[in-house]
């Protein structure tokens, strides 16, 4: 029996996948939460497909999106990734994702964890949309648009309210799993 889908990863296995095994799933761990965002920095302005056909050149790259490492990378390493053709090889986003993992590891500091940091935002559960259909899953909110500025207030970059509230859907902090979704009530 073929499990109905959101329409947005009916276009082969790596979408599929993505969505049955990780969208929409509630993440709690610093480190997942980190990878998520060095994906959706990277992503602000391209398709999530070529991010996620890219992914694992990005754990390779990234240091297996070891925060602290990436926080401690050096203009030597920024230009070594700059050159990897396995990864976006933007400057500005290599930086940012150096930048990201510095004020990653502050806020960890300030909160315990960036999990209970970002999870403040919706209460500590996710927030379910249910939308009927893809046109009634917003590309932002006034809480992507709050945690958006706050993210930027304490230094983070490439973090628009967009590229947060596709943080949001891939962490689990909202459930925008269409109507008839088979994950929508999982």
């Not at 082969?12 to 939460?33: A, C, F, K, M, Q």
């Not at 945690?147 to 459930?175: C, E, I, P, W």
Request: hydrophobic letters at 35%; glycine letters at 6%.
């Amino acid at each position: 029996m073929n499990k109905i889908r959101c329409t947005w990863c009916e276009k082969d296995d790596l979408y599929r996948s993505y969505h049955d095994e990780e969208w929409g799933n509630p993440v709690y761990d610093d480190e997942t939460i980190f990878e998520f965002l060095v994906l959706e920095t990277f992503q602000a302005g391209l398709s999530w497909y070529t991010i996620l056909a890219k992914r694992e050149n990005f754990r390779r790259a990234f240091d297996n999106f070891d925060y602290k490492k990436v926080a401690a990378y050096n203009e030597a390493k920024i230009e070594a990734l700059k050159e990897d053709a396995g990864i976006i090889r933007n400057g500005l986003k290599i930086k940012a994702t150096v930048t990201n993992a510095q004020a990653f590891m502050k806020v960890q500091e300030e909160f315990g964890s960036f999990s209970k940091y970002i999870w403040d935002f919706v209460g500590g559960k996710p927030i379910d949309n249910q939308p009927k259909t893809l046109k009634d899953v917003p590309a932002t909110t006034e809480i992507s648009d709050k945690l958006s500025k706050d993210l930027k207030k304490r230094g983070f970059k490439f973090v628009g309210s967009t590229v947060v509230y596709a943080h949001m859907q891939a962490t689990g902090m909202v459930n925008d799993h269409v109507e008839d979704c088979w994950k929508r009530n999982q």
